[in-house]
Antibody, heavy 121, light 111 residues
Framework: QVHLQESGPGLVKPSEALSLTCSVSGDSMRSYYWSWIRQSPGIGLEWIAY???????NYNPSLKSRVTISVDTSNNQFSLRMNSVIAADTAVYYC???????????????WGQGTMVNVSS | QSALTQPASVSGSPGQSITISCTGTISDIGTYSLVSWYQQHPGKAPKLLIY???KRPSGASNRFSGSKSGNTASLTISGLQAEDEAEYFCCSCAGGSMSVVFGGGTKLTVL
């Protein structure tokens, strides 16, 4: 059974960088896209980025300038770094596994439980 | 890329059927047959209900069905149950870069 677990600090100061890691257990990272998605309090879901096991990436255009996604297949992990955070980046951050249709992202079939990140001084 | 458009809320009585719409553009829903739907209960992670417009993953209830016409996708829930009260999100592949876009979510109330 595949399991995803997010980890990282729950509190980040404005203008600093947010770093999160997702640990994948129960399956190989091959043949899927691995995403970060966030949900601000009371707001809907926002896709941030995905990465393949080979390191191919795709970013939300509105966040691309501040975000880097990376993968470590030897440890079955992938990570998110978001620079210059502001209060509006306060959200629950989920990692999720994405199935692939051809070369396109299909659906998020497995989700982590989510981790709350507060941006505050 | 713009978010897909969903109604903020819908409601129905137990046993009834309801439909939630998800409107996009020719650049997302209108081009890709890759609409997915998710159910989210408060404090929980979303759960996949429908993928590739109208396919159900193993384990998903057959009371949930998906369809699409033009730039609009729909999720229908038949035989409403109290446990269906949740928020529902649509999602699609979008644009030439094949990024991902979500709808704003629809809160379902079972009366």
């Amino acid at each position: 059974q595949v399991h995803l677990q997010e980890s990282g600090p729950g509190l980040v100061k404005p203008s600093e960088a947010l770093s999160l890691t997702c640990s994948v257990s129960g399956d190989s990272m091959r043949s899927y896209y691995w995403s970060w998605i966030r949900q601000s309090p009371g707001i809907g879901l926002e896709w941030i980025a995905y990465i393949s096991h080979t390191g191919d990436t795709n970013y939300n255009p509105s966040l691309k300038s501040r975000v880097t996604i990376s993968v470590d297949t030897s440890n079955n992990q992938f990570s998110l770094r978001m620079n210059s955070v502001i209060a509006a980046d306060t959200a629950v951050y989920y990692c999720a596994r994405g199935t692939i249709f051809g070369v396109a992202h299909d659906a998020f079939d497995i989700w982590g439980q989510g981790t709350m990140v507060n941006v505050s001084s | 890329q713009s978010a897909l458009t969903q109604p903020a809320s819908v409601s129905g009585s137990p046993g009834q059927s309801i439909t939630i719409s998800c409107t996009g553009t020719i650049s997302d829903i209108g081009t890709y047959s890759l609409v997915s739907w998710y159910q989210q209960h408060p404090g929980k992670a979303p759960k996949l209900l429908i993928y590739e417009d109208n396919k159900r993953p193993s384990g998903a209830s057959n009371r949930f069905s998906g369809s699409k016409s033009g730039n609009t996708a729909s999720l229908t829930i038949s035989g409403l149950q109290a446990e269906d009260e949740a928020e529902y999100f649509c999602c699609s592949c979008a644009g030439g870069s094949m990024s991902v876009v979500f709808g704003g979510g629809t809160k379902l109330t079972v009366l």
